[in-house]
C-alpha cells in the first residue's frame, strides 16, 4: 500500500491513482461477468415478483395493507439491488475470499453426503401428504442432521419435532395457511 495510493477497499477494488501517482505499472480493476449474471437474475426476479404482485387479489376489507404491497416492496428491492450490484461490478468491485473459510478446494465432493440429502429430501415431499408436516418436518431436520454427521438420533429427532410442530401452529393457526396435518389431523 502506498501512502498516496490509498487502501484498497473491502470488495478488493484496485486503489485510485493519487496525486503524484503516474498509474504506469497499476492493473485495470478486473470486471467479474459473472457477477453480471447474478445481477440480471436478481433483476428478473424482482420485476417479476412486481408483475406477479399485480394479480394478486384486494384481500380482506378490514385489511389495512393489501396484500400486493409486500411484493412491490420486495421485487421493487430487488430491482434496485441488482442495479446497485451492476454499478458496483462496473466500478471493479468484487467479492473476496472468506479468510476464514474452512474448505479445501482441493477435496472432491462428498457424493455420499450429497445423496443422503437428496434422498432425505425425496422422503420429505414423497411422505408429506400421507405423514403431515409435524411428523415429516422432524425427520427432515433428524435425517439432514445425521446425514451431515450428528449422531445423536433422539436429540435431533426431539428438536426436529419441537421445530416441525411449533412451525406447523404457526402457519396454519397464526397466518391461515393450510399445512398437511397427515395421520395427525384431529390431534394438532
Known amino acids: 500500500m ?5 487502501v484498497a477497499g473491502a470488495a478488493g477494488r484496485t486503489p485510485a491513482a493519487g496525486p503524484g501517482d503516474d498509474g504506469v505499472g497499476a492493473p ?3 470486471v ?9 437474475v436478481l433483476a428478473v426476479v424482482g420485476v417479476g415478483t412486481v408483475v406477479d404482485s399485480a394479480g394478486l387479489g384486494p384481500g380482506f376489507a378490514d385489511q389495512v395493507v393489501r396484500p400486493a404491497a409486500f411484493g412491490y416492496v420486495i421485487g421493487s428491492a430487488l430491482v434496485v439491488l ?3 450490484f451492476a454499478v458496483a461490478t462496473a466500478r471493479g468491485d468484487r467479492a473476496e475470499g472468506e479468510a476464514g473459510e474452512d474448505v479445501d478446494l482441493d477435496q472432491g465432493t462428498d457424493w455420499r453426503t ?14 408429506l401428504e400421507l405423514l403431515g408436516w409435524a411428523i415429516v418436518g422432524a425427520l427432515l431436520f433428524a435425517g439432514a442432521a445425521t446425514v451431515l454427521g450428528n ?11 419441537v421445530m416441525s410442530v411449533g412451525s406447523w401452529y404457526g402457519f396454519y393457526v397464526g397466518l391461515g395457511i393450510p ?10
Do not use: C, E, F, K
Request: charged residues 10%; proline residues 4%.
Open 28 to 30: 485495470a480493476p478486473t
Open 32 to 40: 467479474d461477468r459473472a457477477q453480471y449474471g447474478l445481477a440480471a
Open 151 to 161: 449422531r445423536h438420533w433422539v436429540r435431533n429427532l426431539l428438536i426436529g419435532a
Open 179 to 188: 399445512i398437511p396435518a397427515g395421520v395427525l389431523d384431529g390431534v394438532l
Open 2 to 6: 502506498s501512502a498516496a495510493g490509498g
Open 82 to 84: 441488482a442495479v446497485l
Open 114 to 127: 450429497l445423496a443422503g440429502l437428496a434422498g432425505v429430501l425425496v422422503a420429505t415431499v414423497a411422505l
